[in-house]
C-alpha cells in the first residue's frame, strides 16, 4: 500500500524476504520448519495475491520476481527445510506464469549461489567458503551487484516464466539469453542483444556472471508476443 500510495501503480514485485539459517534434518523442529514454510513461501504467496490483483485491473502487466536459491536445485547439507520452502517458490512460480500470461504478467526465480553479504559470510567457516570456492570457474563468490543485474533484466518486457541460476563463472548465460532472445525477435551482435537500432541491456560480464533457464517457458504465442 506503502508503495501505491506514493508512486500510483506497481510495474514489479520482488519478493525478497527470506530467511535461511543452517539446521540439520534431525534438529529442526515443527516451529522452525513452520517459519520456513510463513517466512519463505507463504509471504511471497500472499504479498503476490495482493500485487497481482492491482495488475490485473490496472490491465497494464507487470513483472514478479521471487529470490530462490540453488539449494532449492541441488542437496546442499543442513538445508532441508530451507531448500524445500524455496522449492515450494519454484513450483509456485512456474504455476504462476501460467496462470498469469494472460494477463501479460510476467513471474520469474532468481536462484542465487553463495553471495557475500554480511549474513552468509559469517554462516560459513573458512573451511566452507574455501570448499565453495573451489567450485567457482571464477575463483570468487557471487556479489548483491550480481543479483540485482539479473534481477533488472528480468523485470524488462522480454523475460517471463523462467527459473535463473545465478553462478559466477557460468558460462551457459549466453546461451540461454541468445536463444532465448532469438525466440522473441532480438538478434546477437558485437556481444550486445539488439531489438532492431536498440541495444538491449543485460546483466555483467558473463566471464564472471551468469544465469542459465532451467524451467519451461511458455510458447510465446501464448503471452502474445507473435
Known amino acids: 500500500q506503502a508503495a501505491l500510495d506514493a508512486f500510483g501503480y506497481i510495474d514489479v514485485l520482488v519478493n525478497n524476504a527470506g530467511i535461511a539459517p543452517l539446521i540439520g534434518f534431525l534438529e529442526t523442529t515443527r516451529q522452525q520448519l513452520r517459519d520456513f514454510m510463513a517466512i519463505n ?4 504467496f500472499t504479498a503476490t495475491q495482493a500485487v497481482v490483483r492491482h495488475m490485473i485491473a490496472r490491465s497494464r ?3 514478479i520476481i521471487n529470490l530462490g536459491t540453488i539449494n532449492a536445485l541441488v ?4 538445508t532441508a527445510a530451507y ?21 501479460r504478467i510476467r513471474v520469474n526465480v532468481l536462484a542465487p549461489g553463495t553471495i557475500q553479504t554480511a549474513r552468509v559470510m559469517g554462516m560459513l567457516t573458512d573451511e566452507e567458503l574455501r570448499r565453495r570456492l573451489e567450485r567457482i570457474p571464477a575463483g570468487r563468490i557471487g556479489t548483491v551487484e550480481d543479483v540485482t543485474g539479473c534481477a533488472l533484466f528480468l523485470a524488462g518486457p522480454e523475460n517471463f516464466g523462467l527459473i535463473w541460476l545465478i553462478r559466477t563463472g557460468s558460462r551457459e548465460f549466453s546461451e540461454a539469453v541468445v536463444t532465448y532472445a532469438h ?4 538478434r546477437s551482435e558485437g556481444g550486445h542483444l539488439w531489438r532492431g537500432e536498440e541495444k538491449i541491456p543485460t546483466p555483467t560480464e558473463i566471464s564472471v556472471f551468469g544465469a542459465l533457464g532451467l524451467a519451461w517457458v511458455p510458447p510465446s504465442e501464448r503471452l502474445g508476443l507473435t
Open 183 to 186: 525466440r522473441v525477435g532480438m
Open 61 to 63: 502487466g507487470g513483472c
Open 41 to 44: 513461501f507463504e509471504m511471497q
Open 75 to 78: 542437496g546442499v547439507n543442513r
Open 83 to 103: 531448500a524445500g520452502s524455496k522449492g515450494a517458490l519454484n513450483a509456485f512460480t512456474r504455476a504462476l506464469a501460467v496462470e498469469l500470461a494472460p494477463h
